[in-house]
């Protein structure tokens, strides 16, 4: 008897890079676009954009740079600071990249942060 365990959705694993978007992607991401645009992020509209579940987030990390001409996590990156702009980052990539990044942040430098590397491979 074989078991699996579904880490992530069927969308990060069938490799199709145009998956059925749908207008309501279409609206996030366009909301994504709203949040950051001129001086200042409107963080409360951002996070309402990109706090979905990882089906929904990986199609907009997938349809953000065609539809807008940036890529989703750099704009995140260049709007958001600190923790939470970590935080904004990791939300705006699918969970597999997510996931690797976390991995090399916890990897990274002198030492290891077992913690870190405890909650994402355990």
């Known amino acids: 008897?074989?078991?699996?365990?579904?880490?992530?959705?069927?969308?990060?694993?069938?490799?199709?890079?145009?998956?059925?978007i749908g207008p309501e992607i279409d609206e996030l991401c366009d909301e994504i676009k709203k949040a950051c645009?001129?001086?200042g992020t409107d963080e409360k509209r951002l996070i309402k954009a990109l706090a979905r579940d990882q089906t929904t987030r990986t199609k907009i990390?997938?349809?953000?740079?065609?539809?807008?001409?940036?890529?989703?996590?750099?704009?995140?990156?260049?709007?958001?600071?600190?923790?939470?702009?970590?935080?904004?980052?990791?939300l705006a990539v699918p969970p597999d990249v997510a996931e690797a990044n976390l991995i090399r942040k916890a990897t990274k430098g002198a030492g290891t942060n077992e913690?870190?590397?405890?909650?994402?491979i355990c």
């Open 1 to 20: 008897m074989t078991t699996t365990i579904d880490l992530y959705p069927d969308i990060v694993l069938s490799g199709d890079l145009s998956p059925d």
């Open 37 to 39: 645009k001129g001086f």
């Open 61 to 90: 990390a997938m349809h953000y740079e065609p539809k807008h001409g940036k890529n989703l996590r750099k704009l995140v990156d260049k709007e958001c600071r600190g923790d939470f702009g970590q935080a904004m980052e990791l």
């Open 115 to 120: 913690k870190l590397l405890y909650t994402i």
